[in-house]
């Protein structure tokens, strides 16, 4: 299995067809580092590379999915960070070319042939939450959150989903409140594929194996027929 700084992948022991992508910080409540993005983006090429996987499913270690961009990086060093800046005004354009490729990593489980689930308990906000939209289909414990908090001081969503998955008054009212939503809410609005109790385990492989069963490359055909018709409507342009 490939190593990588801040996540783990593999096949499931019991479960051969579907690949655990799992965030692995959970000290940091597997917040996002410079390195994150990139790791992501590796690990689904490595498992897109690997013929005996139909599904992807996206974890995080601990506590919860993930809390976001990880703050310590930026700002308690005294490591230079494109959004930070502190030597030389504010450039607004390299501000944007960091995130953009963020955003293109992230989107690698959007891209990946494969289809990919994010199953979240705990948190998935702000940056977070932009990994776990990125899947194709979202399982939630009943009391996790997600949402992008930021945007009441600063962030905005790096990827369109919140409006392709929301509809545009749904995501003006999330991106001008930064309320979060939890998993019962989420469902309900259709963010969120299912909701169950506490544990989202069972539903979440539940979900993968019927999918998994399924000939991969009838899956490619599929979510590729999707995905173009988001491409019809502009998510590379809104991004």
């Known amino acids: 299995m490939p190593d990588f700084e801040t996540l783990t ?31 992501i983006r590796a690990a689904v090429a490595w498992a897109e590379s690997n ?27 005294l490591q230079e960070h494109p959004c930070q800046q502190e030597s030389t005004p504010w450039d607004p354009m390299v501000d944007y070319a960091f995130m953009k490729q963020n955003t293109e990593d992230f989107m690698s489980l959007w891209r990946c042939r494969k289809p990919t689930i994010a199953k979240v ?4 906000v702000a940056g977070g939450s932009d990994i776990a939209m990125c899947c194709d289909l979202l399982v939630m414990a009943e009391d996790a959150r997600i949402g992008y908090m930021p945007t009441r001081v600063w962030g905005c969503p790096t990827t369109a989903m919140w409006t392709f998955r929301l509809g ?23 963010l969120a594929n299912v909701s169950v109790p506490l544990e989202n385990e069972a539903a979440t492989l539940k979900l993968a194996n019927r999918i998994a069963s399924v000939p991969s490359s009838h899956l490619t055909m599929h979510k590729m ?15």
């Open 225 to 239: 027929v999707v995905n173009q018709v988001m491409l019809t409507m502009g998510l590379e342009q809104t991004r």
């Open 51 to 77: 013929k005996s996987i139909h599904v992807i499913i996206v974890e995080g270690a601990g506590k919860g999915f993930c809390g976001g961009y990880d703050l310590v990086d930026s700002a308690e060093t």
């Open 121 to 124: 308990h705990g948190a998935a």
């Open 168 to 190: 545009f008054a749904r995501a003006k009212q999330l991106m001008f409140t930064g309320d979060t939503l939890d998993g019962k809410m989420a469902a309900e609005w259709g």
């Open 9 to 39: 992948i593999h096949t499931d022991e019991h479960h051969p067809r579907l690949a655990r992508l799992r965030l692995n910080r959970p000290e940091r409540l597997n917040a996002i580092t410079n390195q994150t993005p990139r790791d």
